[in-house]
C-alpha cells in the first residue's frame, strides 16, 4: 500500500515569501497526487490534482506541484505567501495495491504567514 | 457547484448514546466516505461505500457503523459514543479516484 510522508508539521513564512510544502510517496507506480487545503473549522478543498499528464501543476490561488518521479516527490510551492494563505495543507495520493484506489493522505503541514 | 452537505457543524453528546452523523451528496457519485481527523493524525479512514447497502471498514472501524439506502446519503453511526470519539468527522464523496474527493464542512463532536 502506499504511503505519504509531509515533511513538516508547521511551516512558517513571511508575507511575500516563497512557500514550500513537502510531499513524499512511497511507490514506484506513477499514482493520482493531490494537494488539499483546509480553513480553520471547515473541510478539505481541492488546490490541485496531478493525473500523468503535465509534471507541473497549476492549481487555485496561485499554488502549482511538481510531479518528479526520480523523487517520489510532489512539492507544493507558491512564489509569494498573503496571510489568506494561512491553513492547513494536506498531500494525497491514490492507494492501488490497498484500498481499490483510494486516497490517502499525509497527516498534513499547517502553514502560518507571518505579516 | 457540487456540494457534500453534513448535517450538523457541531454536536455534543453523552457518553452511552447513540448518534447518527448525516451525509447527503447531490452530484450522483458512487463512492462516499467517512473520516475522522484528529491534531497529529491527519485524517483516518473510517468506512466507505462504492454503492448503495455496500460498505467497507477503513483503518479505524471499531465503535462505528455505517448505512447507506440511497446514494445520495451515507450515515455515520456511533453505537455507544465514547469520550475518545470527540473528533472532527469528515465525508467526502467521489466519481472516480482519479478526480479526487469533494468534501463536507465536517462536523465537530464532543462527547462528554
Known amino acids: 500500500a502506499q504511503s505519504v510522508t509531509q515533511l513538516g508539521s508547521h511551516v512558517s513564512v513571511s508575507e511575500g515569501a516563497l512557500v514550500l510544502l513537502r510531499c513524499n510517496y512511497s511507490?514506484?507506480?506513477?499514482?493520482?497526487l493531490f494537494w488539499y487545503v483546509q480553513y480553520p473549522n471547515q473541510g478539505l478543498q481541492l488546490l490541485l490534482k496531478?493525473?500523468?499528464?503535465?509534471?507541473l501543476v497549476k492549481g487555485i490561488n496561485g499554488f502549482e506541484a511538481e510531479f518528479k518521479k526520480s523523487e517520489t516527490s510532489f512539492h507544493l510551492t507558491k512564489p509569494s505567501a498573503h496571510m489568506s494563505d494561512a491553513a492547513e495543507y494536506f498531500c494525497?495520493?491514490?492507494?492501488?495495491?490497498?484500498?481499490?484506489?483510494?486516497?490517502?493522505f499525509g497527516k498534513g503541514t499547517k502553514l502560518s504567514v507571518k505579516p | 457547484d457540487v456540494k457534500v452537505t453534513q448535517s450538523s457543524r457541531y454536536l455534543v453528546k453523552r457518553t452511552g448514546e447513540k448518534v447518527f452523523l448525516e451525509c447527503v451528496q447531490d452530484?450522483?457519485?458512487?463512492?462516499m466516505f467517512w473520516y475522522r481527523q484528529d491534531p497529529g493524525l491527519g485524517l483516518r479512514l473510517i468506512y466507505f461505500?462504492?454503492?448503495?447497502?455496500?460498505?467497507e471498514k477503513g483503518d479505524i472501524p471499531e465503535g462505528y457503523s455505517v448505512s447507506r439506502e440511497k446514494k445520495e446519503r451515507f450515515s455515520l453511526i456511533l453505537e455507544s459514543a465514547s469520550t475518545n470519539q470527540t473528533s472532527m468527522y469528515l465525508c467526502?464523496?467521489?466519481?472516480?479516484?482519479?478526480?479526487?474527493?469533494?468534501f463536507g464542512s465536517g462536523t465537530r463532536l464532543t462527547v462528554v
Open positions: 511507490s514506484s507506480v506513477p499514482p493520482y
Open positions: 452530484m450522483d457519485h458512487e463512492n
Open positions: 467526502a464523496s467521489s466519481l472516480s479516484f482519479s478526480r479526487g474527493y469533494t
Open positions: 461505500s462504492y454503492d448503495v447497502k455496500m460498505k
Open positions: 496531478y493525473t500523468s499528464a503535465a509534471t
Open positions: 494525497a495520493v491514490t492507494d492501488y495495491g490497498g484500498s481499490q484506489g483510494n486516497l490517502i
